[in-house]
């Protein structure tokens, strides 16, 4: 099975020496790595041109390999090189290809592969590199980039020459960080990961997996199915929406604690008018969810200090992230408590508990290992740091951006938690859950339609 392993460049490295160490040689690596990717390209090229762009690294080593596996395959190739290969693997590869190779501009094609830089991407694209990234960003035909995109730097997403569009991503033998981070994976258009055979480290950051939710056991009642408190505050469309959607993401019984009535909500969500401190008494509540709605008041704050001292599981969200402090957290069960921030939120986070990580997976990181917390870092890439290490989620519909998916999103991960108990498996299936919500809803959808496609959503999964 191939691995799902994100990796650095320096774990990457790694990786090939210890396969290089065991025997392997890196020729055999490009061969491999080549062969795999020639397998997609001929794929989408369907017998239709292809032109290779080969750098002078052993990604362009890559590149001369995809192109004599394409020319043996009778397809017509050319290559675009604008410097001789400059490692004795990619001189190999270079001898390897039997056909010809231009220095000039971008000739026509159908299909493009760009094979320029991979990994090794050390400093901004300019020159002859950087005219044929621009000729091809301007091209209409199909876009293919080899491992990493040529002006992406491998380890941060980072841009340093023409942004490209391309409509396909091969990486080879391990997905790398540039793979799960923003803005790269805008410009990536659908990524493939090609195996080459190589062992990567077993504990690495990695891709979360689509999660295999139980339906509810033969002898399940509502409350063995797991009860959620969700505490309401100042504003109320918030939690409702948090609710409508854990009603619908396995939870057997939701309840709204709050004072107030809720004359908008559905009779099927219970209202809990009890004084907070006492209606959290109930030890058959097997989360709690605070945050969407609560405000920022000293009231909210009191509610916040009453549900994390009730110390169960607990998902904490919006207004919950900005009052959150250390002195909060003294008596809370951290290793229970899952947090859903957005980059705001996360920012808030990071300065009150004196994080200051480069990036969003380092803050994310980071802020678990100063908190116990597990930490869910939401966006088109969300990073969810936790005690099994981190996960990376392929990007969901962009329509997702609209007000109230948050609200929704916490509601299913408070769901997940009242179910089993576990904040970083409740938070990667709320995720998923979440992106398949969305995907079912189609385009423009309000965070309430969201709320009612987790019903379908939950089928994909059990
Ligand atoms: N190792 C293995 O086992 C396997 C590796 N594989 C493949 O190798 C790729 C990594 O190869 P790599 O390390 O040779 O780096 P690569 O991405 O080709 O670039 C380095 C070259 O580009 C140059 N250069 C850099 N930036 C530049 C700039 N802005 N402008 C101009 N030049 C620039 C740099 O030159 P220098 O900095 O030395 O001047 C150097 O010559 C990896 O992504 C995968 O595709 C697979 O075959 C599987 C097995
Ligand atoms: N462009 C996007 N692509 C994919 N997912 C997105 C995008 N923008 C937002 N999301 C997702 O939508 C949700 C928005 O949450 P949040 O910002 O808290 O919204 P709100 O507070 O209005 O409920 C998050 O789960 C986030 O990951
Ligand atoms: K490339």
Same mark, same amino acid.
């Given at each position: 099975?191939?691995?799902?392993?994100?990796?650095?460049?320096?774990?990457?490295? &790694?990786?090939?020496?210890?396969?290089?160490?065991?025997?392997?040689?890196?020729?055999?690596?490009?061969?491999?790595?080549?062969?795999?990717?020639?397998?997609?390209?001929?794929?989408?090229?369907?017998?239709?041109?292809?032109?290779?762009?080969?750098?002078?690294?052993?990604?362009?080593?890559?590149?001369?390999?995809?192109?004599?596996?394409?020319?043996?395959?009778?397809?017509?190739?050319?290559?675009?090189?604008?410097? +001789?290969?400059?490692?004795?693997?990619?001189?190999?590869?270079?001898?390897?290809? +039997?056909?010809?190779?231009?220095?000039?501009?971008? %000739?026509? *094609?159908?299909?493009?592969?760009?094979?320029?830089?991979?990994?090794?991407?050390?400093?901004?694209? +300019?020159?002859?590199?950087?005219?044929?990234?621009?000729?091809?960003?301007?091209?209409?035909?199909?876009?293919?980039?080899?491992?990493?995109?040529?002006?992406?730097?491998?380890?941060?997403?980072?841009?340093?020459?023409?942004?490209?569009?391309?409509?396909?991503?091969? &990486? $080879?033998?391990?997905?790398?960080?540039?793979?799960?981070?923003?803005?790269?994976?805008?410009?990536?258009?659908?990524?493939?990961?090609?195996?080459?055979?190589?062992?990567?480290?077993?504990?690495?950051?990695?891709?979360? #997996?689509?999660?295999?939710?139980?339906?509810?056991?033969?002898?399940?009642?509502?409350?063995?199915?797991?009860?959620?408190?969700?505490?309401?505050? +100042?504003?109320?469309?918030?939690?409702?929406?948090?609710?409508?959607?854990?009603?619908?993401?396995? *939870?057997?019984?939701?309840?709204?604690?709050?004072?107030?009535?809720?004359?908008?909500?559905?009779?099927?969500?219970?209202?809990?008018?009890?004084?907070?401190?006492?209606?959290?008494?109930?030890?058959?509540?097997?989360?709690?969810?605070?945050?969407?709605?609560?405000?920022?008041?000293?009231?909210?704050?009191?509610?916040?200090? *009453?549900?994390?001292?009730?110390?169960?599981?607990?998902?904490?969200?919006? =207004?919950?992230?900005?009052? $959150?402090?250390?002195?909060?957290?003294?008596?809370? =069960?951290?290793?229970?408590?899952?947090?859903?921030?957005?980059?705001?939120?996360?920012?808030? $986070?990071?300065?009150?508990?004196?994080?200051?990580? &480069?990036?969003?997976?380092?803050?994310?990181?980071?802020?678990?290992?100063?908190?116990?917390?597990?930490?869910?870092?939401?966006? %088109? =890439?969300?990073?969810? &740091?936790?005690?099994?290490?981190?996960?990376?989620?392929?990007?969901?519909?962009?329509?997702?951006?609209?007000?109230?998916?948050?609200?929704?999103?916490?509601?299913?991960?408070?769901?997940?938690?009242?179910?089993?108990?576990?904040?970083?498996?409740?938070?990667?299936?709320?995720?998923?859950?979440?992106?398949?919500?969305?995907?079912?809803?189609?385009?423009?959808?309000?965070?309430?339609?969201?709320?009612?496609?987790?019903?379908?959503?939950?089928?994909?999964? #059990?």
């Amino acid at each position: 099975m191939p691995s799902h392993a994100v990796l650095t460049v320096d774990q990457k490295r &790694a990786a090939e020496k210890a396969a290089m160490d065991g025997g392997i040689s890196e020729w055999e690596l490009m061969q491999r790595a080549g062969e795999g990717a020639a397998d997609w390209v001929a794929r989408m090229a369907g017998g239709r041109s292809v032109c290779v762009l080969c750098g002078p690294g052993n990604n362009g080593g890559d590149g001369y390999v995809i192109a004599e596996s394409l020319r043996k395959r009778g397809l017509a190739v050319s290559v675009v090189a604008p410097k +001789e290969p400059g490692s004795e693997t990619s001189r190999n590869a270079r001898e390897y290809y +039997e056909g010809e190779v231009s220095d000039g501009a971008l %000739p026509e *094609a159908c299909v493009y592969v760009d094979c320029l830089f991979g990994y090794g991407l050390s400093r901004k694209v +300019e020159g002859d590199f950087a005219c044929l990234l621009a000729g091809l960003r301007d091209a209409s035909g199909f876009k293919i980039a080899i491992d990493v995109p040529s002006s992406i730097v491998s380890d941060t997403g980072e841009l340093l020459g023409p942004e490209v569009g391309y409509d396909l991503t091969l &990486a $080879l033998g391990a997905w790398k960080r540039a793979h799960v981070m923003m803005p790269a994976i805008a410009r990536m258009g659908v990524k493939r990961l090609v195996d080459i055979g190589i062992e990567l480290p077993d504990h690495a950051p990695r891709m979360s #997996l689509p999660p295999r939710l139980m339906p509810p056991a033969a002898d399940a009642h509502k409350y063995r199915r797991g009860l959620l408190a969700i505490v309401a505050g +100042e504003m109320l469309g918030a939690p409702l929406l948090s609710a409508e959607a854990a009603m619908r993401s396995g *939870a057997g019984y939701v309840k709204l604690l709050s004072e107030h009535s809720h004359p908008d909500a559905p009779a099927e969500l219970v209202i809990d008018g009890a004084p907070l401190p006492a209606a959290l008494e109930d030890t058959r509540i097997g989360a709690v969810l605070v945050g969407p709605g609560l405000g920022r008041r000293e009231e909210s704050r009191e509610k916040l200090a *009453a549900a994390l001292s009730a110390r169960k599981p607990a998902v904490l969200d919006a =207004d919950a992230l900005h009052l $959150l402090d250390p002195s909060l957290l003294e008596n809370a =069960d951290r290793s229970m408590i899952a947090v859903t921030s957005h980059e705001g939120e996360l920012a808030a $986070l990071c300065e009150t508990f004196e994080v200051r990580g &480069a990036d969003k997976i380092a803050r994310a990181q980071e802020l678990h290992a100063a908190t116990g917390m597990t930490v869910l870092a939401k966006g %088109p =890439d969300s990073v969810l &740091a936790g005690a099994e290490g981190l996960r990376f989620f392929t990007r969901g519909s962009s329509w997702l951006s609209a007000a109230g998916t948050g609200d929704v999103l916490a509601g299913i991960a408070a769901s997940r938690l009242a179910v089993h108990g576990e904040p970083q498996r409740a938070l990667e299936e709320a995720v998923w859950l979440h992106h398949e919500a969305a995907r079912l809803a189609g385009p423009a959808f309000t965070a309430g339609q969201l709320a009612h496609a987790v019903k379908p959503a939950m089928e994909t999964y #059990l």
